[in-house]
């Protein structure tokens, strides 16, 4: 039983994980955000590390609320 709900929230987390990342990313990457990143590093890679860091701590940040709102539900 317990085996089975896990299992079935994190298939629920790896779902929502893909949908939060695409909004995530499609919010972030905006072009006053794009240009500005790119003229404070004037390098593409810092820029796409420095997104990915941005993008990967919202979306952490959003599933450990979200998991810690499930639990203390039950």
């Given at each position: ?42 390098d593409e ?30």
């Open positions: 039983m317990i085996k089975e709900t896990n299992t079935k929230l994190v298939k629920k987390y790896l779902k929502e994980l893909d949908e939060l990342k695409e909004k995530e990313v499609n919010e972030f990457l905006t072009e006053e955000n794009i240009s500005t990143a790119r003229e404070l590093t004037k890679d810092t820029f796409e590390s420095i997104a990915q860091y941005v993008i990967g701590y919202r979306i952490t940040k959003a599933l450990l609320i979200d998991i810690g709102d499930e639990f203390s539900q039950q």
